[in-house]
């Protein structure tokens, strides 16, 4: 081959001319001497208004083709199936290419091969297709335009620049859509009707390829853009398992940079564990999957809950959810709106505890509730975002939810939040009881805990005497008079199970408080 390849940058240069540099030869890769060798010794750009002027002369075929690339997206059943699609029908619209791919290059990693996703060629015959490394990585990486290499081949059928066939051209349009580390792109070959040199050289208004690179273009804008579309449905989609539709309003409507920024704020956080796991893993060990789905309902009850009650999914552990409120979106009845996912939660669990047939059947949960001060916000990148919280706060709702074992009750509070419910929780969603005084295990100051209950409606097995009961046997257990506590712990109900603990306390030290009695339990494990 006597001729060098000539490369055609399609841009936004303000020349309304050819811009044309030559360049010397410099020494290639391996890869690139596979498909072809030495690099091209012609540049030329091709300004925006050039590409307006252009006239597509097979204009009613082409824009009928191109009025179905919607449909080809939305149809396409996967990934795989949409490429085997979008190659067929840019094989359609470009009568004169021999040789139709869609390619994918990874732009942040120069050492990368472009992967080939699918591709097909007019005619049968000609051997694999090998497109061409050095002309992708061009268009896709470096120039981000469509490139274009054309060889005067005149018969020479030893040219491996493209392909393993005499291709005359090539060339390769990105498809530019959201930010991500690969770039597809359209990557088309095929050989002159005419006189190379003449077809070159001619005015682009009335090139053989002039056409075809515009249809690219337009081909490439379009599907870029349907993608970005797809992806944005696609990422809201995924974020609307962790936020409450009134955060999507204003994820939607603001930026959402800003909206998720991490900053101070009040929040209420809520840890829900999952208890009887292993119970039930050992009763379905020959059949996990049943088990899987039986878990994923459970988890499922948990998140519904708080987002119905505005709040945030923070994060999973295991078998367990954490969720808050007052973030991104301050709320002043955040504790009250998670008192009312925990009591939803607790009556999804109760309510078909002792069906064999209920799905969550044998499980049960452990709720710790906390308010205060935290930094709320995401982490991560644009394309994966993970919202969590930190602080103090945090740490002491999952020692809550880890007390519950100890003090048996299903959902423990701290004294704000417990404040805050007995200020606003109406009496016919909730109640609130004080349990004890305790410092939790590896903290070093002491707290109040409060039992979340539902109302009397739900619940009469605990009546408002019973709860008045345990709170006076509550200051007789902290003032060291746990004979009375004892007393009062009689009067309510044998079939709660919090008085137990307390009762039990007592008892392992023969009614008798320590000397250096302070009012405190210390909490010898966190659970």
Not at 88 to 115: K, T
Not at 360 to 379: C, H, P, Y
Request: proline share 5%; charged share 25%; net charge negative.
């Amino acid at each position: 081959m006597d001729e060098l390849p000539t490369n055609l940058k399609w841009g936004t240069a303000s020349s309304s001319s050819l811009a044309r540099r030559s360049s010397p030869c410099t020494s290639t890769t391996k890869r690139d001497e596979e498909i072809g060798g030495q690099a091209p010794i012609h540049e030329s750009t091709l300004s925006i208004e050039q590409v307006r002027a252009i006239k597509i002369r097979d204009a009613p075929h082409q824009i009928d083709v191109l009025s179905r690339l919607p449909n080809v997206i939305s149809g396409a059943a996967n990934e795989a199936d949409l490429h085997v699609r979008l190659v067929n029908m840019l094989r359609a619209g470009i009568r004169r290419a021999d040789a139709v791919a869609l390619v994918e290059l990874n732009i942040e990693d120069e050492s990368s091969i472009a992967e080939v996703l699918y591709w097909d060629r007019r005619f049968s015959a000609g051997g694999d297709f090998r497109p061409s490394q050095r002309l992708i990585r061009e268009a896709l990486a470096k120039q981000k335009q469509t490139v274009v290499h054309a060889w005067n081949s005149l018969g020479d059928n030893n040219a491996a620049y493209t392909a393993g066939a005499n291709f005359d051209w090539a060339f390769c349009t990105p498809i530019l859509g959201a930010k991500s580390h690969t770039t597809w792109g359209i990557y088309v070959a095929g050989q002159f009707s005419g006189d190379p040199s003449a077809t070159l050289n001619s005015p682009w208004a009335t090139s053989e390829l002039g056409d075809d690179l515009k249809f690219a273009e337009l081909v490439a804008a379009v599907l870029g853009s349907l993608r970005h579309v797809r992806q944005l449905q696609q990422r809201q989609a995924s974020l609307s398992q962790f936020f409450s539709p009134a955060v999507m309003e204003k994820l939607a409507n603001e930026d959402p940079a800003e909206v998720l920024r991490p900053r101070e704020s009040d929040v209420t956080v809520l840890f829900c564990d999952l208890r009887g796991f292993s119970k039930e893993s050992e009763k379905q060990s020959d059949d996990l999957l049943a088990l899987l789905e039986r878990v994923s309902k459970a988890l499922k009850g948990m998140t519904e809950n708080i987002l119905a009650q505005g709040g945030v999914i923070g994060d999973f552990h295991g078998d367990a959810a954490m969720g808050f409120w007052g973030w991104p979106v301050a709320q002043p009845d955040a504790s009250v709106r998670a008192c009312s996912a925990a009591l939803g939660i607790r009556a999804l669990f109760e309510a078909g505890a002792n069906r064999s047939d209920y799905a969550l059947s044998g499980f049960r949960v452990g709720i710790g509730m906390t308010t205060g001060r935290a930094v709320a916000g995401s982490i991560g990148t644009s394309d994966q975002v993970k919202v969590t919280v930190f602080g103090p706060v945090v740490n002491l709702a999952s020692r809550l939810e880890g007390m519950t074992k100890i003090l048996g009750a299903s959902i423990l509070m701290d004294e704000r939040t417990a404040e805050e419910v007995k200020a606003h929780l109406p009496a016919e969603v909730g109640r609130c009881r004080r349990l004890a005084r305790v410092k939790p295990y590896g903290m070093n100051n002491p707290l109040t805990v409060y039992e979340l209950l539902p109302p009397e409606s739900e619940f009469p097995e605990l009546t408002a005497d019973h709860i008045a009961f345990y709170e006076q046997a509550v200051d007789c257990f902290i003032a060291g008079k746990w004979d009375e506590a004892i007393d009062l712990l009689y009067k309510v109900p044998p079939a709660d199970r919090v008085k137990d603990f307390l009762t039990g306390y007592i008892a392992l030290r023969h009614r008798t408080p320590p000397t250096d009695w302070n009012g405190v339990i210390v909490m010898e494990s966190k659970s």
